[in-house]
């Protein structure tokens, strides 16, 4: 059973950055994976915000994070990372890293469809943005 565990949340001023990991218990030399996170605000739901192929070669983002958001991945690792510039007070929720193992598999973003995708998930790591 693939497992993920992320970290690297806490609590950041607007303007500020911070980096989420995501160590994943499968290789990702065993296929092209699909990896996302997702974050979800109380009372909201769910969306994909970044996404990534495990070999790396396409990220796909909401416009949203565009530009201040960047995920990527360590293939050697096992891992997946967001590197989160420019913090909004909007950016503050559960992220959450998800994995697609399936051959073939489609890395998608947002809303529609986004979470159903992805079967593998993380516990979430707390993001809070004060102004």
């Known amino acids: 059973q693939v497992q993920l565990v992320e970290s690297g949340g806490g609590s950041v001023q607007a303007g500020g950055s911070l980096r989420l990991s995501c160590t994943v218990s499968?290789?990702?030399?065993?296929?092209?994976?699909?990896l996302g996170w997702f974050r979800q605000a109380p009372g909201k739901e769910r969306e994909g915000v970044a996404a990534i192929y495990s070999t790396g070669e396409r990220t796909y983002y909401i416009p949203e994070v565009r530009g201040r958001f960047t995920i990527s991945q360590d293939n050697a690792e096992n891992k997946m990372y967001l590197q989160m510039n420019s913090l909004k007070p909007e950016d503050g929720a559960m992220y959450y890293c998800a994995a697609d193992t399936r051959t073939p598999c489609t890395v998608v973003v947002g809303t529609r469809g986004a979470v159903a995708s992805y079967a593998h998930w993380g516990q979430g790591t707390q993001v809070t943005i004060s102004s």
């Open positions: 499968t290789s990702f030399s065993n296929g092209r994976y699909c």
